[in-house]
C-alpha cells in the first residue's frame, strides 16, 4: 500500500543547495515525507539533528535520511528498496547531488571524475527509481543543472560569466540538460513532469572552503533563494515553465539550452 503523503527524495543533500531544499519543503507542507539523501549516513543524521534543532517550530513535513551515494549502483538500489518497502512509491525525485573538481588533475581524470557524478550517476539514479515514480499519480523528475551548462549563454559576450572556465564542469551539466531533455520525452507518455533547474549563484561547498569565500566576495546569493524556488517547481507553481524548452530559471522564466 502506497504512502498518502508526497514523497521527496533529494540527492546530495548533506550541503548546500539540496540541504536548504530540504528545510524548505519540510517548512512548506505536513502532506510532504522528505528524503534527505546523504552519501554519508553520519554527515546526513548530524545535518538532520541541525535541522530540527535549527527549525523546530516551523517543520510541518517529515523528514528522514536516505544513504545514497549516486556513483554507487549498489547504494543507489539498496535506497530505491527501502523507498519501495517504506512508501511503496515515489512522487519527486531531486536530482541534486554534484561536484565541481577543483585540485589540478589531467583533462582524462577530470572529465571522468566530473561526469561520474554530474552524469553518469544521474542517469543511473533515474533508471533506479523510475518503476517507484510511475507508481506516483504525480510524478516530478527535477535535474539540478546550471547556467554553466548553457551553450547560447556560453558564446554570448555580454553573459557575466562570458569569462568564467570551468569547461569540464560545463560540460557536464550540458550533458545533464540533453538528459533531462530526453527523460521529458520519454517520460511525457506516462505524466512525468521533467525539467533542469538553474539555482543561481549560490554560496555553498561545491568549490571547496577557498570556493565559498571568493562566492560571498563575488554576491552570490543564499542558497535558501535555490530552496525556495525549487518549492515552487515541486508544488506546481512553475508548470508553465515546466512545459516551455530550456532550464527552469531560479529568478523566474527560461534559461536557454
Ligand atoms: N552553488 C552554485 O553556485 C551552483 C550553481 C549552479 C548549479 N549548482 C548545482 O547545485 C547542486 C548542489 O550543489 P551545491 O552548490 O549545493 O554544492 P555542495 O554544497 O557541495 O553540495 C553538493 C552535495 O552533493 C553531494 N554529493 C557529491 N557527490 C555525491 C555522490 N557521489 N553521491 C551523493 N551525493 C554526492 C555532496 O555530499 P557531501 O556533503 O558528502 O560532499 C553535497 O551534499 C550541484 O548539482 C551543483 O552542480 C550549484
Redesign the pocket.
Known amino acids: 500500500m502506497a504512502s498518502d503523503k508526497i514523497v521527496i527524495l533529494v540527492?546530495?543533500?548533506?550541503?548546500?543547495?539540496?540541504?536548504e531544499s530540504v528545510v524548505a519543503l519540510a517548512r512548506e507542507s505536513q502532506d510532504f515525507d522528505i528524503l534527505l539523501?546523504?552519501?554519508?549516513t553520519e554527515?546526513g543524521k548530524k545535518m538532520l539533528e541541525d535541522i530540527c534543532h535549527s527549525h523546530a517550530s516551523s517543520l510541518k513535513g517529515t523528514i528522514s535520511v536516505l544513504q545514497?551515494?549516486?556513483?554507487d549502483q549498489k547504494s543507489i538500489l539498496d535506497a530505491k528498496e527501502k523507498v519501495e518497502t517504506k512508501f511503496g512509491k515515489l512522487d519527486v525525485l531531486i536530482n541534486?547531488?554534484?561536484?565541481?573538481v577543483t585540485r589540478q588533475t589531467d583533462t582524462l581524470t577530470n572529465l571522468r571524475e566530473t561526469f561520474e557524478?554530474?552524469v553518469f550517476?544521474q542517469a543511473v539514479v533515474t533508471e533506479a527509481f523510475e518503476s517507484l515514480l510511475k507508481k506516483s499519480s504525480n510524478p516530478r523528475l527535477i535535474y539540478?543543472?546550471?547556467?554553466?551548462g548553457s551553450i547560447t549563454n556560453r558564446l554570448d559576450p555580454t553573459h557575466k560569466a562570458y569569462k568564467t572556465r570551468g569547461d569540464y564542469y560545463r560540460m557536464s551539466?550540458t550533458a545533464l540538460n540533453m538528459l533531462a531533455a530526453c527523460h521529458k520525452f520519454n517520460f511525457a507518455e506516462w505524466g512525468c513532469k521533467v525539467c533542469a533547474f538553474?539555482?543561481?549563484?549560490?554560496v555553498?561547498?561545491?568549490t571547496g572552503e577557498a570556493g565559498r569565500a571568493m562566492?560571498i566576495q563575488h554576491g552570490?546569493r543564499d542558497?535558501r533563494d535555490a530552496a525556495d524556488a525549487l518549492v515552487k517547481v515541486v508544488t506546481g507553481k512553475r508548470d508553465a515553465d515546466i512545459a516551455k524548452s530550456g532550464m527552469v530559471d531560479v529568478d523566474g522564466g527560461m534559461l536557454p539550452w
Open positions: 540527492t546530495g543533500a548533506s550541503s548546500g543547495i539540496g540541504l539523501g546523504s552519501r554519508s554527515k545514497i551515494d549516486i556513483t541534486n547531488a554534484g561536484i565541481a557524478t554530474n550517476g539540478i543543472s546550471s547556467g554553466q551539466k538553474n539555482p543561481g549563484f549560490c555553498t561547498n561545491l562566492r552570490a542558497p
